[in-house]
């Protein structure tokens, strides 16, 4: 009787007045605890069974064929996504290259240069869809020095085991994009009794990642869970794809080639030189005068710019991408039965707008946003209406009375 009055749970053995819920089965109990922790162990191994990365592409898969697929979801850009599709296809040799090899393989990090808007961090998205190896997208600006506030470098390992659900092997042979690294980049040469630990210190902690070391993880981040085991991760086959918008590094590759970024001045190079879209010059020594330090900049061989967006390409990004803009709006309406159409009149004006304020890409969606956003909130309550035609009359009046309408361009 005294059993049966005062139960406990059959598993970790606490007492029902320390747990919040002690079920009842037909020989024991079990609290709220072992239950979590039953579920997480049942999904680590359905996870495992049903989720394998193989390492390999299939023979007929090629650079090409890479490339090609990049071309359904980023409009232009030919020179960055060769640069990516190569890469991705080397990472999987490497992959499968035996051992025994004299000659091994050595792995080629990327280093993407380009302004906001033209796709760096779309093409880190869209190539995640075509691999089947663990791919993570991570932040730069989050990083700090290990010892300060914030994160330490290694939880950029953190996210891939958790992308891969801890499988170390899969992780070891994963793929990583570390988005705005022009953050992290050197505040100055000035001498200052502080340290500078959201960027020299954070380049020198990434060099054993990139280059390839044996690192100690912790697998749920460091600061939250001081008290975890370590895990060890090689990242010897972990390729790294890294990008920024570097802003102002286009005065600093101007001033190398002796050219004027603005003004009357013409500079002396006796070669013809694109004003409007230096990155295209971009070379180590100006990442280094920029703020990187040469040791990281050299464990990222592959340097790659991508191109401003010009009316052509923006227009193209509007409407023929599979997850195009326009067809996203079309598909919001379609939902609430109404029809959604432009007109070409209209789409050139939101072209021109978004070429206007030199926002890129993401400016489209800002132009849109401030344009539909009346429709999006009244044609839903009106049953009557089936099909909206978008004008450029229609367009230009609401973007007039919109926040955005007060933006010029730099």
């Known amino acids: ?235 010897s086959n972990i390729l790294f794809i890294c990008g920024g918008a570097f802003e102002g590094i286009d005065k600093l590759i101007a001033s190398r080639m002796n050219q004027s970024k603005v003004g009357f001045k013409k500079g002396k190079d006796k070669t013809n030189v694109d004003k409007d879209n230096f990155l295209q010059y971009i070379s180590p020594l100006d990442m280094r005068t920029f703020g990187l330090i040469p040791e990281l900049i050299g464990r990222l061989p592959v340097l790659v710019h991508l191109n401003p967006l010009d009316r052509p390409a923006l227009r193209a990004i509007l409407t023929e991408p599979k997850n195009a803009l326009l067809k996203q709006y079309q598909k919001i309406f379609k939902a609430d039965g109404i029809h959604l159409s432009y007109d070409d009149d209209a789409i050139d004006y939101i072209v021109d707008k978004a070429y206007e304020y030199k926002l890129g890409a993401r400016g489209l969606r800002s132009i849109c946003e401030a344009a539909f956003t009346d429709v999006m909130y009244n044609l839903p309550s009106e049953n009557d209406v089936k099909e909206f035609v978008v004008t450029r009359d229609f367009v230009e009046e609401k973007l007039e009375d919109a926040q955005i309408s007060k933006l010029r361009a730099a």
């Open 1 to 235: 009787m005294k059993k049966e009055m005062d139960p406990s749970c059959s598993f970790c053995g606490r007492k029902k007045k320390e747990t919040q819920i002690l079920i009842s089965g037909i020989e024991g109990h079990i609290c709220e605890n072992c239950v979590q922790q039953a579920q997480q162990i049942i999904d680590e191994e359905l996870f495992q069974k049903h989720k394998k990365f193989q390492f390999n592409l299939p023979n007929s898969v090629k650079p090409r064929d890479i490339k090609k697929f990049l071309d359904g979801y980023v409009i232009g850009q030919d020179e960055a996504k060769k640069f990516i599709s190569v890469a991705v296809y080397n990472h999987y040799k490497r992959l499968n290259q035996s051992k025994s090899d004299e000659v091994e393989i050595e792995k080629s990090n990327i280093l993407m240069v380009g302004q906001t808007g033209t796709g760096k961090t779309l093409l880190a998205k869209t190539i995640a869809k075509f691999l089947n190896v663990p791919f993570a997208i991570v932040d730069a600006t989050v990083f700090t020095e290990a010892g300060y506030v914030g994160e330490d470098v290694e939880s950029i390992l953190s996210r891939l085991l958790q992308v891969c659900n801890y499988d170390i092997t899969a992780a070891q042979h994963g793929i990583i994009y570390i988005d705005e690294i022009d953050k992290i980049a050197r505040k100055g040469d000035n001498p200052s009794i502080t340290r500078d630990v959201s960027g020299e210190g954070v380049q020198q902690a990434m060099l054993k990642l990139l280059e390839g070391s044996e690192v100690l993880v912790p697998p749920q981040g460091g600061r939250k869970h001081p008290e975890q085991k370590l895990v060890k991760v090689d990242t």
